[in-house]
């Protein structure tokens, strides 16, 4: 018996690439691309899908001018911080300024669903999984947990996205899950000064450290920063 997966095939790049060449985002091509993952959550939410493992490497960006295979060169563990020794490499960046000074240009695609699940209405799981610099309090703890898991995972998008920085990110592991899990969200990065207070508020309330504080995608969608 042979079993034939078809799947789509999503030229470009993913946003996690995208920053590690020390490109500046603004917070207009910000809003743009937040506006349409929240739009994706709030229609995989619907079916009680979880990602689980929503992060800038899972995220594609791509337009009419895309990257092509040999055009991309690995050169180390993607894991690592942004702001480290460039991970990626692509060769001629002015080539694909349509990505970041035209939205309308771009398609954003959310892929790897390799570890998400479907929850009934109710239903909350308490397994440590995903990524964890991504990973909300509740997951590090294995509390109870529900889909708000991706709402603070993309708050964590959003901030690294005009930053280039996590907001909760140490030399190790350990220390990190403890930045996580009680260390107060900063602002305090020099170029957080250009940014609007809409957005640092919808920031605040993604990165909620109390999941039942924490804003449903429903609320986050009328948000006046997407608006």
Not at 178 to 184: A, D, G, R, S, W
Request: with cysteine; aromatic share 12%; hydrophobic share 35%.
């Amino acid at each position: 018996t042979n079993v034939n997966i078809v799947m789509d095939f999503i030229p470009g790049i993913d946003l996690f690439t995208f920053l590690d060449q020390k490109i500046t985002l603004s917070e207009k091509f910000i809003k743009f691309v937040v506006k349409t993952l929240v739009d994706i959550l709030s229609y995989i939410h619907s079916y009680g899908i979880v990602h689980r493992d929503f992060k800038l490497d899972n995220i594609m960006i791509h337009t009419s001018e895309n990257l092509s295979t040999d055009e991309v060169k690995v050169k180390g563990d993607r894991d690592k911080k942004i702001s480290s020794k460039s991970l990626l490499k692509i060769d001629d960046l002015t080539k694909y300024k349509p990505f970041y000074e035209d939205p309308s240009r771009v398609s954003i695609k959310l892929t790897d669903f390799g570890i998400s699940t479907i929850l009934e209405v109710d239903e909350k799981i308490n397994d440590d999984i995903g990524t964890l610099r991504f990973s909300a309090p509740e997951v590090l703890t294995k509390t109870p947990y529900n889909k708000n898991v991706d709402i603070w995972s993309l708050g964590i998008c959003a901030y690294l996205m005009f930053s280039g920085e996590f907001p909760f990110e140490d030399s190790s592991n350990d220390s990190t899950r403890k930045m996580i899990l009680y260390e107060n969200l900063k602002f305090t990065n020099e170029i957080w000064k250009s940014a609007s207070e809409n957005f640092k508020d919808f920031i605040k309330l993604c990165l909620e450290k109390d999941p039942n504080k924490r804003s449903s995608i429903l609320k986050i969608s009328k948000h006046s920063f997407l608006v």
